[in-house]
């Protein structure tokens, strides 16, 4: 199946620090999403993107779909405590089966006050 | 705010006997998934289903493991036997249409002893 690669794996940052992280595929991909997922809990949507160049923000975050539709990244600005979670991004390309969404491995981010 | 339900939360059981898990999606999305998401993993697609059809199982262990949307509404995914390696969340999610953004439920804790 289709790979995503999502960097940095964890990161630890001082509260109001900026964080970016990134995902790439080995395929173009049409849409891109960010979630945001807590301890036992399902993920919850972020940002989604349609197309590539967008540049599409939601309060501190702002994610962007690359030129080459094989990544996408997520930038935090000013991290608080509750930013504290594992983003994972997704990308949907086309199948035999049709549309699909592949996840990445998932970045964990720790802030501390 | 609508939102996709799941049931039960939390399951124990033991191996070789019968799981069932329930998903109710926001209303309206005609395409609903389910997903199996290993501690320190991505979520991976098991099936996924437009309207009663399934579109997609390739991912789905058909030796055990069953999916049904009989109405095209609520769903349910069952394992029959289970396994000491099926341990993991189930997570059921929704869109619009395929290719539309995804939005999750809290998901199924399984821990099989």
């Known amino acids: 199946g289709q790979q995503l690669n999502q960097s940095p794996q964890s990161m630890f940052i001082q509260e109001g620090e900026d964080v970016s992280m990134n995902c790439t595929s080995s395929?173009?991909?049409?849409?891109w999403l960010w979630y945001k997922q807590d301890p036992g809990e399902g993920p919850v949507l972020l940002i989604a993107?349609?197309?590539?160049?967008e540049l599409t923000s939601n309060g501190r975050l702002t994610a962007q779909f690359g030129i080459t539709r094989k990544d996408s990244f997520l930038n935090i600005s000013a991290s608080i405590p509750s930013d504290v979670g594992i983003y994972f991004c997704?990308?949907?390309?086309?199948?035999?089966?049709?549309?699909?969404?592949?996840f990445g491995t998932g970045t964990s981010l720790t802030v501390i006050p | 705010e609508a939102e996709v339900a799941q049931s039960p939360r939390y399951k124990i059981t033991e191996k070789s006997q019968a799981v069932a898990f329930w998903c109710d999606p926001i209303?309206?999305?005609?395409?609903l998934y389910w997903y199996r998401q290993i501690l320190g993993q991505g979520p991976e697609l098991l099936v996924q289903?437009?309207?009663?059809?399934?579109?997609?199982d390739s991912q789905l262990p058909k030796d055990r493991f069953s999916a049904e949307r009989l109405k095209g509404v609520d769903s349910t995914l069952k394992i029959q036997p289970a396994e000491l390696g099926d341990s993991a969340m189930y997570l059921c999610?929704?869109?619009?249409?395929?290719?539309?953004?995804?939005?999750f439920g809290p998901g199924t804790r399984l821990t099989v002893l």
């Open positions: 999610a929704s869109s619009r249409g395929q290719g539309n953004e995804q939005f």
């Open positions: 395929s173009i991909f049409n849409t």
């Open positions: 993107l349609y197309k590539a160049g």
């Open positions: 997704a990308g949907q390309g086309y199948t035999n089966t049709g549309n699909q969404f592949y």
């Open positions: 209303s309206g999305h005609a395409t």
């Open positions: 289903f437009q309207d009663e059809s399934v579109v997609d």
